[in-house]
């Protein structure tokens, strides 16, 4: 009843298979075949792919050819528009989720100082960092045409997840403006850039105000009292830490908004939820570099991971750190890489620090290896277990709370199809390589294939897009938050 329809391709006479199907990409999409001119274009559909598939034979796809391809995959949206591109299906191959009332999204509009109006001092919200470019392109950042097109690749912040959601929800098929019909409320607070602004005031009043004046805020909104809260939701783009400030022990900066007890009741979505005292934390994937409008894009980008050619087995891309136990097995792989002829090492010291923030040199390492080593890093999440994905980089983990029990709502329950554990106190962290060597180049491949389909819903798809034809990262944190709370309501 509320719902404006996800997407209508048009001339699909088959609505209802959308929901159902996820063909592989050789088979071809069913047509009605009443219509003449569709027999016309089928039979020159069916010739041409013949004389492809012909082709193909004689002259196997060299990879370099990719970049173009991703040029030539443009909508292609039924079956007379007949291109090069032909070969490729000509409808979203890909579940593509639908809007039904349980996922209607209201997005709360919150008074400009909770979110955008924190934007015009970008330079201070980060005390480490000049967050101006970060911010810019409603969280996606600055354009990166070094990795491809300029309208889908970005340099984007790592703890920048928060504006990417809101940006899209704000856009999204599944969003209601009438409160009445809503079954989700979000509340679009950019409460990671203001944490980060923070870390240094040490009058925690202070720290804590505007968390403190949020939920004053909501809680006198006429739809909080519904349900107390639990149909509501925040998205934070860094980790639940920094919002649980603990009464003992050292201050890290954090301040206390996940500790209100009015945010306890809402879900909090955040790219890493706390392993123990997270029961209502959800995680979301951290931002990559990819940024889609179109299910062509993701395809195209998808056959050109499968294609890489993968010179070294394993890599790792990180930098030491000092003091912290969870990071000491850093030190480890960083000696463990550089004695092995077959780990490619970029270390992130002092030295080969930007190399390190160079998006298209780290995918670059992630796309020559077979392996890549997830170190914990200051805390146990890191967005390069996203952009290993991304690249088909099978990642190689060491603790659970780095993937395993954060993302349930993202990766596959069965962890051993598309990864590798590797507990960091037992002897086989030792030797990392020796394990890599076990695992059957069969067992590699059926890994990677499983990884390249997780890329869709790792994605968050480009904001200004409506119709991408695929179910990104924002699309299964709706329906799974949906489902979540119909199951917590009855
Ligand atoms: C989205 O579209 C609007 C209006 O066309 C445009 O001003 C804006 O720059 C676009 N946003 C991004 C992130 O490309
Ligand atoms: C701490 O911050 C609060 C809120 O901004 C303010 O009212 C209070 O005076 C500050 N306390 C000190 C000691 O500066
Ligand atoms: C949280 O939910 C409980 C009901 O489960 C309710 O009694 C309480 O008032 C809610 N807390 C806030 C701050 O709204």
Partial sequence: ???????????????EEKDKYYYSKYKETQFSLNNPNLKFAALVFIFLSSWLLLLLFWFPPKTTNNVAVLHLAHKTENAETINLAAAAPTKSPFKVPTCDPSVAVYVYPLPPKFNTGLLSRCKTLNVYTDMCPHVANRGLGQPLPKLGSPAAWFATHQFIAEMIFHARVENHPCRTLDPARAALFYVPFYGGLHASSMFKEANLTARDELAVNLVDHLQAQPWWGRNSGRDHFIAL????????RATDGPDFGANSLLNLPAVKNMSVLTVERHPWQGSNHYGIPYPSYFHPSTWQ?????????????????FSFIGGPRKGLEKAAIRNE?????GESTRCFLMNCGPSGASK???????????TESTFCLQAPGDSFTRRSTFDSVLAGCIPVFFSPHTAYTQYK???????????VYIDEKSPASRKIEDELLKISGE????????????????TYAHPNATDVGFGDAVDVTLASLANHLSEMMN
């Fill in 333 to 337: 792989f960083i000696r463990q890489c």
């Fill in 237 to 244: 783009g860094r980790t639940a830490w920094d919002f649980m």
């Fill in 297 to 313: 894009e993701i395809l195209t980008w998808q056959n050109k991971v499968r294609e890489m050619y993968r010179p070294n087995l």
């Fill in 356 to 366: 390190c923030h160079e998006p298209s040199e780290v995918l670059k390492v992630m």
């Fill in 443 to 458: 067992k590699v491949k059926a890994m990677r294939e499983k990884l390249v389909d997780l890329i869709p819903s790792l």
């Fill in 1 to 15: 009843m509320f719902s404006r329809k996800q997407i209508s391709p048009p001339n699909t006479p088959l609505e």
């Fill in 409 to 419: 709502w993202f990766l596959p329950e069965e962890v051993k199809t598309y990864s």
